[in-house]
């Protein structure tokens, strides 16, 4: 520092070592768009900005005549809102960090913002800063805390007159968006800034790299915060603190830049549904198998949960959370603070991921072997190798598959199953190259 209001300045500002360390988040979109809980969290922008029929059935059928979307925030109510429940269940689901929808593209806040008049969780609705209340309940255990914001809002008047002008006034961003984005800072202090709703106009137009200058030289967050890429059309993949890409992205290679992959556990919307089925809920071998891959490809994995309207989460996602909990138990010592390795999977096959820390080399394998002899073949093995298996005492024996190149080992015996167990387990090799 001091970092210019320019990408190659900001760009260049290090990433704070705990966000790679942390490795799995929680994603939390809950709003207005709670309370129909159908279709998706874009559900005022289906219902009213595309017309969409299906939408304009469902408000018929089960609103009163002349319903408007500003009169579904009564009925978010948060009745059964409790955070430290909230903090209890992803400190146990392992999450290190947390970022909650402060505001969605809806322009509802989940704070009392004084730049929202009436359209705020204070003033309206639960009548709760939900955004504090989960703040200090995450930070009472340990956990950091992400803010969700949306640079943009749909139907905001003011957002309209500068789309309408081609983006060349600032209205909204001078009144509303930065004025709200400084004080969710300097009111909560969050480690991690996730913005979203930048694809419309470029960053000179959101003022981006004067708030990150601000972010990076003066704010009370300044060494702590991260941030990702949605800074402006165009930012996505090339600008901010860690890359998102896009939704549920994948890079097929390891990236030369910290990313993360950010999922859903309901497969079809990141707010709640109430028409969700048990089909459309990713399974617990799914969810670690996209913690494996991410990790292994230097990514965090950020997974998502939509609470209901009341603010409970539903029992199918705490019972997901709490697999993937239990089974970090186990393995996190190949997930928290790990590092790509030389090789990322088996060129075999992608059952097999590697992860590394420190000279020690973790070998994660999604399916177990019919014979329970595990092949791998990228690791050279020395005299001194020695083979453990988390969660199991004792060492495994290993033989090499070629002279001075691959491993062949014999994993501990798994009861007979006319399926074989399928949610991931890893091997630590100590001593190969």
Same mark, same amino acid.
């Given at each position: 520092p001091p970092y210019r209001p320019q990408w190659p300045s900001l760009d260049a500002r290090p990433l704070p070592a705990w966000f790679d360390r942390a490795k799995l988040g929680v994603f939390v979109h809950w709003g207005v768009f709670s309370v129909p809980a159908w279709g998706s969290e874009w559900f005022w922008w289906h219902w009213r900005g595309e017309r969409d029929a299906a939408y304009e059935r469902f408000v018929r059928s089960r609103f009163p005549p002349g319903t408007s979307y500003a009169d579904f925030a009564p009925r978010f109510t948060a009745h059964d809102f409790q955070p430290r429940q909230w903090a209890e269940l992803f400190w146990r689901a392992g999450a290190r960090y947390v970022v909650l929808t402060t505001k969605h593209h809806e322009g509802f806040t989940n704070w009392g913002s004084p730049r929202s008049w009436n359209w705020n969780s204070v003033d309206t609705g639960p009548h709760r800063d939900l955004v504090g209340e989960l703040g200090e309940a995450l930070r009472e255990r340990k956990l950091r805390y992400g803010l969700y914001h949306s640079l943009m809002e749909w139907f905001n008047p003011l957002y309209l007159a500068d789309k309408k002008s081609g983006f060349k006034t600032q209205g909204f961003?001078? /009144?509303?968006?930065?004025?709200?984005?400084?004080?969710?800072?300097? /009111?909560? /202090?969050? #480690?991690?800034?996730?913005? #979203?709703?930048d694809w419309e106009a470029p960053d000179s137009y959101w003022n981006s790299t004067s708030f990150l200058a601000w972010l990076y030289n003066d704010s009370p967050i300044k060494d702590t915060v991260v941030v990702n890429d949605r800074w402006g059309k165009g930012c996505s993949c090339r600008h901010g603190g860690f890359y998102n890409c896009a939704d549920k992205y994948r890079p097929g290679t390891l990236p030369d830049h910290k990313w993360e992959m950010c999922s859903s556990l309901d497969k079809l919307s990141w707010g709640y549904r109430s028409n969700m089925s048990i089909a459309e809920v990713m399974g617990e071998a799914s969810v670690i198998e996209e913690l494996v891959q991410t990790v292994s490809l230097g990514g965090n994995y950020l997974l998502n949960v939509g609470p209901t309207k009341e603010g409970v989460i539903v029992p199918i996602f705490q019972e997901r959370l709490l697999a993937l909990g239990k089974w970090l138990d186990i393995n996190g010592e190949a997930i928290y603070e790990s590092q790509p390795w030389r090789v990322q999977m088996e060129n075999s096959t992608d059952t097999v991921w590697y992860t590394s820390k420190g000279p020690a080399v973790y070998a994660i394998f999604l399916l177990w072997p019919r014979d329970s002899v595990l092949k791998l073949r990228s690791p050279v093995p020395c005299t001194a190798t020695r083979v453990t298996m988390l969660g199991y005492a004792g060492t495994l024996k290993w033989q090499e598959e070629s002279p001075g190149k691959g491993l062949l080992i014999t994993l501990p015996y798994v009861l007979p199953s006319p399926l074989p167990p399928q949610s991931g387990w890893a091997v630590k090799l100590e001593g190969v190259l």
């Open positions: 961003v001078t /009144k509303k968006m930065m004025p709200e984005l400084y004080d969710l800072v300097l /009111k909560y /202090k969050p #480690d991690l800034i996730w913005s #979203d709703g």
